[in-house]
């Protein structure tokens, strides 16, 4: 079992940045894969950005150049550094980890980028 704590949600103006924290209670050298996701309203919950344990990592096209996401194998974090918000990416953003087999989630923080 993994839980995971995210926070940095907020509110944003528009060109903006935030940064989101997710923190593991399992080590992180033994999750394959950490990544965010996001869920819009009225819409499916998307990929955001992933990394893996070696840190190779991957983006949605629609993020790529502004988002960037990394992870603290001794602190169990992964952070997703959000810079020039756009009002598109407000939503709840989920915290995901890849850990033997099973996938585990965050509770999701909010995030809300306004014009």
């Known amino acids: 079992q993994v839980q995971l704590v995210e926070s940095g949600g907020g509110l944003v103006q528009a060109g903006g940045s935030l940064r989101l924290s997710c923190t593991s209670s399992a080590s992180m050298f033994s999750i394959n894969v950490m990544a965010w996701y996001r869920q819009a309203p009225g819409k499916q919950r998307e990929l955001v950005a992933a990394?893996?344990?070696?840190?190779?990592?991957n983006y949605a096209d629609s993020v790529k150049g502004r988002f960037t996401i990394s992870r603290d194998n001794v602190k169990n974090t992964v952070y997703l550094q959000m810079n020039s918000l756009k009002p598109e990416d407000t939503a709840v953003y989920y915290c995901?980890?890849?850990?033997?087999?099973?996938?585990?989630w965050g509770q999701g923080t909010q995030v809300t980028v306004s014009s």
């Open positions: 995901n980890a890849a850990h033997r087999g099973y996938d585990y």
């Open positions: 990394v893996s344990t070696y840190g190779s990592q």
